[in-house]
């Protein structure tokens, strides 16, 4: 067994894409599923791997067709109830092999939206890794609504590598990198080896990109790319069926996109849910003398807000920003934003607390 502490080794999220998982003809590619195992498998020596592995719907779409189900959506998330256990199978059997055992967790936006379950999964990660056990998180697609869904695995891979705090996201993909054009339809298209900031022209190369076999694009990879990156975390996007990628890609040789991550945020572990975009149920505008006083460690007063967007609630999350849309802060709201409206149409703003400086992060 590996001596060194399992809590002190840098932390990897692998993403895979239902495509990578796939042969041509549409069926699950074994020889690819176990080269990433192998892989993840060296890597864990000296890092702590967690799986975000699509391909369930996929999975289940291999045992035949269905009967009598007139829905799409229901239809699909009965290939994900069938094709969920079987690519659990697969995985758990490679990985064992290898002396590894695995745990599945499925999960949806609602899990790092509230409070509760963004520890209670945080906690159940740690204890996990802590026994050097290798994580495979997809999402519950069996479960999940439009609501709470995250669409793609890209998202829920950035969401993933935000909450454990990881060195790097690697998202496999069927093309290696991100271009100027998608290089499957277009020969001009350039290979782009390194980003530092995302921006409305990067956006605009990829806005018409959507996955065959799986529901996420270019246009999810750079979303995803750009929530890591801001928090904290590297990413990489190279193509899944190279040789040894996922080795090369920990060691910035594989030929890929490279995201440059922002200087890590050292957030408060108390705080750390909040900055989870799903959760967050309203937006307030501040005025200057407002946003003066919460950068001097001041609560937020009724006085300093211009505009309130959202039907949030107390203790909902809220996002405080100035009147040029610069984000200042995440907070807990004192108050629901109806009994805010009361209070402004009845003239009584003076003294009155919206976000309470011990329930206030700045940004």
Same mark, same amino acid.
């Given at each position: 067994m590996?001596t060194?502490?399992t809590? !002190?080794?840098?932390? *990897?999220? #692998?993403?895979? %894409?239902t495509?990578?998982?796939?042969? =041509?003809? @549409?069926?699950?590619d074994?020889?690819t599923?176990f080269?990433i195992v192998s892989?993840?498998?060296a890597?864990?020596k !000296?890092?702590?791997? *967690?799986? #975000?592995?699509? %391909?369930?719907?996929s999975?289940g779409? =291999?045992t @035949?067709?269905l009967?009598?189900?007139?829905?799409?959506?229901v239809?699909?998330?009965?290939?994900?109830?069938?094709? !969920?256990?079987r690519?659990?199978d697969?995985?758990?059997?490679?990985f064992?092999?290898q002396?590894?055992r695995?745990?599945?967790l499925?999960l949806?936006?609602?899990?790092?939206?509230?409070?509760?379950?963004?520890y209670n999964t945080?906690?159940t990660?740690?204890?996990?890794?802590?026994?050097?056990i290798?994580?495979?998180?997809?999402?519950?697609d069996?479960?999940?609504?439009?609501?709470?869904s995250?669409?793609d695995?890209?998202?829920l891979?950035?969401?993933t590598a935000?909450?454990?705090?990881?060195?790097?996201?690697?998202?496999?993909s069927t093309?290696?990198?991100?271009?100027?054009?998608?290089?499957l339809?277009n020969?001009d298209?350039?290979?782009i080896?390194?980003?530092?900031?995302?921006?409305a022209?990067?956006?605009?190369?990829?806005?018409?990109?959507?996955?065959s076999?799986?529901?996420?694009g270019m246009?999810?990879k750079?979303?995803?790319?750009?929530?890591?990156?801001s928090?904290?975390?590297?990413v990489?996007?190279?193509?899944?069926?190279e040789?040894?990628?996922?080795i090369q890609?920990v060691?910035?040789?594989?030929k890929?996109?490279?995201?440059?991550?922002?200087q890590?945020?050292?957030?408060d572990?108390k705080?750390?849910?909040?900055?989870?975009?799903?959760i967050?149920?309203?937006?307030?505008?501040?005025?200057?003398?407002?946003?003066?006083?919460?950068?001097?460690?001041?609560?937020?007063l009724l006085?300093?807000?211009?505009k309130?967007?959202g039907?949030?609630e107390?203790k909902?999350?809220?996002l405080?920003?100035t009147?040029d849309?610069?984000?200042?802060a995440?907070?807990?709201?004192n108050?629901?934003?109806a009994?805010?409206?009361?209070f402004?149409?009845?003239?009584a703003?003076?003294?009155?607390i919206?976000?309470?400086?011990?329930?206030l992060?700045l940004?």
């Open positions: 590996d060194q502490k809590q !002190q080794k840098p932390r *990897i999220i #692998v993403k895979v %894409g495509n990578v998982l796939l042969q =041509e003809k @549409g069926v699950l074994y020889n599923i080269d892989q993840i498998v890597l864990s !000296q890092y702590s791997v *967690i799986l #975000v592995s699509s %391909g369930a719907v999975a779409k =291999e @035949g067709k009967q009598g189900i007139q829905d799409p959506i239809e699909k998330q009965v290939f994900a109830s069938i094709g !969920q256990s690519l659990m697969i995985y758990a059997r490679f064992e092999q002396g590894k695995v745990a599945q499925l949806t936006k609602d899990d790092f939206g509230r409070k509760e379950t963004f945080l906690n990660l740690e204890g996990i890794i802590e026994n050097q290798i994580p495979i998180i997809n999402e519950n069996a479960l999940s609504l439009s609501g709470t995250f669409g695995n890209d998202q891979a950035a969401f935000i909450m454990v705090q990881a060195e790097k996201l690697i998202l496999l093309i290696s990198g991100f271009f100027t054009a998608d290089p339809h020969k298209a350039k290979h080896p390194l980003v530092e900031k995302i921006t022209e990067l956006r605009s190369m990829c806005e018409d990109s959507l996955s076999g799986g529901t996420g246009f999810s750079l979303k995803a790319a750009e929530m890591a990156m928090n904290g975390v590297e990489v996007l190279t193509k899944g069926k040789e040894n990628i996922l890609a060691q910035n040789k594989a890929g996109t490279y995201f440059k991550a922002v890590k945020n050292k957030t572990y705080v750390k849910w909040m900055h989870m975009p799903p967050i149920k309203g937006t307030i505008t501040i005025d200057k003398g407002a946003v003066k006083a919460l950068q001097t460690n001041n609560s937020l006085v300093g807000i211009l309130m967007q039907n949030f107390k909902d999350v809220i405080i920003q009147e849309k610069i984000k200042i995440t907070a807990l709201a108050y629901a934003r009994e805010l409206n009361d402004i149409h009845n003239k703003k003076q003294g009155i919206v976000v309470h400086v011990n329930h992060y940004l």
